[in-house]
Structures are given as C-alpha cells and as structure tokens.
C-alpha cells in the first residue's frame, strides 16, 4: 500500500474506484496527531488507495471531495 502524491491523483483515482464499484468500496480518514498528519484510504480489497497530508489547506479539498463521493452515494444512478 503506498501513497499518492498530489491530492488530484488521490481524488481521480478515488472516484474511478468508486464508480466502478460503489457497492464494494470503503473509506476511512484518520488523524494521527503525534505525527499531524491526516491520512485518507479507500479500497475495495484488491485496490488500495492511501494519500497524507500534513497541509491544512487540503482540508477543504477533502471536504469537497467528500461532499462529491456522498452525493454519488445518495444519487439514484449506479
């Protein structure tokens, strides 16, 4: 399991992931504060996708983008 670099590699590759599957992939985002680190993962057992970041900034990237990721959870298309 490695990470992803950029955050837009992460998000890309995220929402493909979830699109090809939805039924079958799994998030979590955990902040690990001895290290003040945010870290992201999805997967749906054969893929895994990991991204850090220490950045606040990326914050609201992250909201964003789980804001899209739960709006494609909700919607009536699959």
């Known amino acids: 399991m490695t990470y992803l670099k950029s955050w837009e590699e992460f998000e890309k590759a995220?929402?493909?992931l979830y699109l090809q599957s939805p039924?079958?992939?799994?998030?979590?985002?955990?902040y690990v504060h001895s290290?003040?680190?945010l870290?992201?993962?999805?997967?749906d057992n054969v893929v895994?996708?990991?991204f850090k970041t220490e950045i606040a900034q990326d914050v609201?990237?992250?909201?964003k983008f789980v804001n899209n990721l739960m709006r494609h959870m909700v919607s009536k298309e699959h």
């Open 14 to 16: 995220a929402e493909r």
């Open 23 to 30: 039924d079958k992939v799994r998030y979590s985002m955990k």
């Open 35 to 37: 290290k003040n680190v």
């Open 39 to 43: 870290v992201l993962k999805m997967t």
């Open 48 to 50: 895994c996708l990991q």
């Open 60 to 63: 609201r990237k992250i909201d």
